[in-house]
Structure formats: C-alpha cells, structure tokens
C-alpha cells in the first residue's frame, strides 16, 4: 500500500500525479465546519462601500 488515510471515495480519479512526477495530488476528507449561529446582514452595502473606499 502505498497511502494510507481517510481518502473520499468519488467518481473518478481520487489522485494524481505532477507532469515532473515527483509529487502526488491526494483528495482528502473536507475539515469539520460547525454550522453558522449567527448572520450577519448589512443594509446599505453600497453606501458603505463607498465610504470605506472612496472614488
């Protein structure tokens, strides 16, 4: 075996190798995101927009 962790199985290739062949292109399992507890909501984007960057 010559990798060994938790790989995502998916339709397709899973790797892949560099045109120089000296590295491997390995997916791996996505990190654990907690879920969102608050939104943010901003009214006025564009006013403030222009205030933080002027013309």
């Known amino acids: 075996m010559l990798f060994d962790g938790p790989y995502p199985t998916v339709v397709g290739p899973e790797f892949d190798v560099s045109p120089d062949a000296q590295r491997f292109l390995l997916l791996g399992e ?26």
Do not use: D, S
């Open 30 to 55: 996505p990190e654990q995101i907690p879920p969102a507890t608050e939104i943010v909501l901003v009214t006025n984007w564009f006013g403030e927009l222009n205030r933080l960057v002027p013309n």
